[in-house]
């Protein structure tokens, strides 16, 4: 798991109380204190089965008591340093803790980048974002309606023929989408 329920308290708390008095700071406070009891009952009630998509009252609680936490942590802070307006970038326990949640998420997205691009090289495919113009973009939605296709598998039908001469020059004979199964022939 990427993100404990700290990770997200933290998070959450720090984005809500930019430019909160200290006012504001305890009653959000004292809300988390009367949310941490009310889940934690909860869990002492044996209750009728939840629905599918009912949350997990033990991650509800384990969410309450780490906002309270984090809530707590920036009142403190409040007071220790004598500010009437939390400021995140004051916070220098706040500010580490986002930027190393930022290095985390940054590494997860690198890590699941590259392993998709693996996943595609293993089967010698490849995945591509394509800007066309608005006149090409035009033409391929028209062929793609026409034959009952996406733009994207239109398009994909279109790699699929590509050759490429001896000098390099690129082409692809005339098809119509979608009607004759794709050849897969070695290019």
Request: glycine residues 6%; hydrophobic residues 40%; aromatic residues 4%.
């Amino acid at each position: 798991m990427i993100w404990t329920p700290e990770d997200v308290a933290r998070d959450q708390v720090r984005r809500q109380a930019e430019d909160m008095t200290a006012q504001q700071v305890q009653r959000a406070v004292d809300t988390a204190v009367v949310r941490v009891r009310e889940t934690r009952e909860e869990l002492r009630i044996p209750m009728a089965p939840r629905g599918e998509f009912a949350p997990d009252p033990q991650d509800l609680a384990d969410r309450w008591a780490a906002l309270l936490t984090e809530w707590q942590r920036i009142a403190a802070h409040l007071v220790a340093c004598g500010a009437g307006v939390y400021d995140g970038d004051l916070d220098q326990q706040g500010s580490a803790w986002a930027r190393e949640r930022e290095n985390r998420r940054a590494a997860a997205l690198r890590n699941h980048a590259a392993w998709a691009e693996q996943q595609r090289g293993k089967r010698g495919e490849l995945h591509a974002e394509l800007w066309v113009s608005a006149p090409a973009g035009r033409r391929i939605r028209a062929a793609a309606a026409r034959a009952g296709l996406a733009p994207n598998e239109v398009l994909a039908q279109l790699a699929e023929r590509v050759s490429v001469d001896d000098d390099g020059a690129v082409s692809v004979a005339p098809f119509t989408p979608g009607r004759t199964p794709v050849a897969s022939e070695g290019r």
